[in-house]
């Protein structure tokens, strides 16, 4: 069986300190097998590439909720159909282009009366304060290509039923507000889990999330995962077969990866 392995960053894989050290042992043990781990997260190209080199992947990634599918070029030994090249990846663009999207977003938040803040309008240091990343990762935070991500005090419902009427897609993240066009992760799950179907005869897919922004990808995947957030609770997906994991975040992110791969197939 070859684990094609999708997984959120925020609360799931990085702790609320932005570690991942709970989780070293299902990291290692994944490198050492060869299986992929792919980065699907509502962060930012830079973001991923930053969290990727840090945890020593060199797979795929899927960024801002599933807006584009980077692939390293050469790590599939046939053409992407439908890819661009960008600086030596083959991108597959799911995403509407950041100055349009953000002109509609503004529009529906000025007209519900809804003060709100922007990650692009926050100075680099306010970012930094108001989401405890480092300078050098709200910076990169900061760079979106294909979602607006803010913070305003403002109902999930009143949000989701205001951008879904502008055919736009709401979702709520750990801390703060999405917007982006009509994709969502589980497309890029779905495209990306094709190309390694092509290559490898028995792929298993599985996807650890741990909020609503995940739905789509567990959905997409054979054996999805719901991540206990710290508070202890868990978000019920909905999705057929979804497993649950004891521990909070990268805890159960390990628990449950390190169960799999010992090959305990009465899990799935
Ligand atoms: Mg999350």
New binding site residues.
Partial sequence: MFYVVYT?????LIDEKYSFKAASQALETLKNRGFPLIFC??KTRGEILFYREKMGFSDPFIAENGAAVYIPKGYFDFPIPGAQSVEGFSVLEFGLDYESLFRRVEKILIGLGIEYETFKGMSVSELSLDSGLSLMEAALAKDREYSVIFKAECEDSILTEAFRGEGLIYTR??RYHHVMGAHDKGVSVNALSSLFRMVYDEVLTVGL???L??LEMLASVDLPISVRRPDGSIEDFGVKGVLETEGVGPIGWNERILGILSEKTDLI
């Fill in positions: 959120d960053l925020d609360g799931t997260s509502s993240g750990a999330g741990d909020s922004n995940d």
